[in-house]
């Protein structure tokens, strides 16, 4: 392969003592893979919801501000005190930045798996992303077809193996219907196809009629406006048609998760043949995995007391689910990759460029339908 350089410029971010962040480049000494470890150079990198968390935190971002650093874009903000708070495990420390991407291996370690990852084209999965290179353990790369789109292939673990994740959840939980918030997101897009091709009853939750006309498009056959007068009583007879006992809401806080709940108590009294002052029996689950909305979550205690709600994350997921389910998703996502678990990227940036204020004020705002990639390389 191609002789590599001596560094290899990674973004970190930085929370200081005294209430500021700091997101700049540091250029380390190129990685040398052990045995089980590739080396790859990162051609495309998605900026997730999951990602900002580690990247900006609690700062303000109203307050952020360009620099240098070492010759290199530099973003400042401050950090108000419930952002310090939030984030005390992590004051002092420079944490590099992104959760997946896509790139070529340039050099492998000396056994046999490692040796025949070089030249592929691979996902990357392991954080530490906005970079130019990565050194991976083999097992955190899944190689892909010949041909494949760097772009096809950036966002291949999280958005993909997160909607599976719900369905699979599903099954496990004994559950038959799902109701998802933020449904047009790239999951949600994912988790529409996936439903359709596998007769999943499926209720979306949007926020706009722009909203509901991208999910229409796909075949989404039951999609309700959050807000539209009547989005509760859409949303109960919806819940009512699909039976789901199961919600999964990427926006955290705010009312949502609890009008989910109560739709779906609702749903459940209808069924019923004899009133009970301790409402339904039927059990309601609804996880929170991301936080869309930051605020506190609001729960009105309108759905009897058969139910819960709980925070859902990808990898403790598959450690769950085991090794056999995680390979039979991953080959999915590979099989599916430019039709099901496609990916649509409205912005791309460099590296460097990902540090414009203007541009991380604008990533930061995690519009719907907004979705920026980093080309590390140009």
Same mark, same amino acid.
Not at 53 to 81: E, K, Q, S, Y
């Given at each position: 392969? !191609?002789?590599?350089?001596?560094?290899?410029?990674?973004?970190?971010?930085? $929370?200081?003592?005294?209430?500021? +962040?700091?997101?700049?480049?540091?250029?380390?000494?190129?990685?040398?893979?052990?045995?089980?470890?590739?080396?790859?150079?990162?051609?495309?990198?998605?900026? *997730?919801?999951?990602?900002?968390?580690?990247?900006?935190?609690?700062?303000?971002?109203? !307050?952020?501000?360009?620099?240098?650093?070492?010759? +290199?874009?530099?973003?400042?903000?401050?950090?108000?005190?419930?952002?310090?708070?939030?984030?005390?495990?992590?004051?002092?420390?420079?944490?590099?930045?992104?959760?997946?991407?896509?790139?070529? $291996?340039?050099?492998?370690?000396?056994?046999?798996?490692?040796?025949?990852?070089?030249?592929? %084209?691979?996902?990357?999965?392991?954080?530490? =992303?906005?970079?130019?290179?990565?050194?991976?353990?083999?097992?955190?790369?899944?190689?892909?077809?010949? #041909?494949?789109?760097?772009?096809?292939?950036?966002?291949?673990?999280?958005?993909?193996?997160?909607?599976?994740?719900?369905?699979?959840?599903?099954?496990?939980?004994?559950? *038959?219907?799902?109701?998802? !918030?933020?449904?047009?997101?790239?999951?949600?897009? =994912?988790?529409?196809?996936?439903?359709?091709?596998?007769?999943?009853?499926?209720?979306?939750?949007?926020?706009?009629?722009?909203?509901?006309?991208?999910?229409?498009?796909?075949?989404?056959?039951?999609?309700?406006?959050?807000?539209?007068?009547? @989005?509760?009583?859409?949303?109960?007879?919806?819940? %009512?048609?699909?039976?789901?006992?199961?919600?999964?809401?990427?926006? #955290?806080?705010?009312?949502?998760?609890?009008?989910?709940?109560?739709?779906?108590?609702?749903?459940?009294?209808?069924?019923?043949? !004899?009133?009970?002052?301790?409402?339904?029996?039927?059990?309601?689950?609804?996880?929170?995995? &991301?936080?869309?909305? $930051? &605020?506190?979550?609001?729960?009105?205690?309108?759905?009897?007391?058969?139910?819960?709600?709980?925070?859902?994350?990808?990898?403790? @997921? =598959?450690?769950?689910?085991?090794?056999?389910?995680?390979?039979?998703?991953?080959?999915?996502?590979?099989?599916?990759?430019?039709?099901?678990?496609?990916?649509?990227?409205?912005?791309?940036?460099?590296?460097?460029?990902?540090?414009? $204020?203007?541009?991380?004020?604008?990533?930061?705002?995690?519009?719907?339908?907004?979705?920026?990639?980093?080309?590390?390389?140009?």
């Amino acid at each position: 392969m !191609t002789d590599l350089p001596e560094t290899n410029t990674v973004m970190v971010t930085l $929370v200081k003592p005294e209430g500021q +962040l700091e997101v700049f480049f540091e250029r380390r000494p190129m990685p040398e893979p052990k045995p089980h470890e590739v080396v790859a150079k990162v051609l495309t990198t998605p900026i *997730n919801p999951s990602d900002l968390g580690l990247l900006f935190g609690g700062a303000d971002m109203t !307050t952020a501000r360009a620099g240098t650093r070492d010759g +290199l874009p530099m973003i400042t903000a401050d950090v108000p005190p419930a952002g310090m708070r939030a984030m005390g495990g992590r004051i002092g420390d420079a944490l590099a930045i992104g959760n997946e991407g896509c790139g070529v $291996v340039v050099k492998a370690g000396d056994s046999p798996e490692a040796q025949a990852l070089l030249g592929k %084209t691979v996902a990357l999965l392991g954080g530490e =992303m906005y970079a130019e290179y990565r050194c991976l353990p083999v097992q955190m790369v899944m190689p892909l077809p010949d #041909g494949t789109d760097p772009v096809d292939g950036a966002s291949c673990f999280v958005n993909p193996l997160t909607s599976l994740a719900f369905t699979e959840t599903m099954r496990m939980e004994n559950h *038959n219907a799902i109701v998802h !918030t933020a449904a047009a997101s790239n999951l949600g897009q =994912m988790l529409v196809k996936i439903c359709a091709k596998d007769g999943i009853p499926l209720v979306n939750i949007v926020r706009s009629d722009a909203q509901v006309a991208i999910l229409k498009s796909l075949g989404a056959q039951h999609i309700v406006n959050s807000s539209a007068d009547d @989005f509760m009583d859409r949303l109960i007879d919806a819940i %009512t048609e699909t039976g789901a006992t199961l919600g999964f809401d990427a926006i #955290g806080g705010g009312k949502l998760a609890g009008q989910i709940l109560a739709a779906m108590e609702v749903a459940a009294v209808k069924r019923m043949t !004899t009133y009970s002052r301790y409402g339904s029996d039927t059990f309601k689950q609804v996880y929170i995995y &991301g936080g869309l909305d $930051v &605020g506190p979550t609001i729960l009105n205690r309108s759905f009897g007391l058969t139910w819960s709600l709980s925070g859902f994350l990808l990898t403790p @997921f =598959m450690a769950k689910a085991g090794m056999e389910t995680v390979g039979r998703m991953r080959q999915r996502v590979v099989d599916e990759l430019t039709t099901t678990f496609k990916s649509h990227y409205s912005h791309e940036t460099s590296l460097t460029g990902a540090l414009d $204020v203007a541009t991380a004020q604008a990533y930061n705002a995690k519009r719907t339908g907004e979705k920026y990639l980093i080309r590390p390389h140009g």
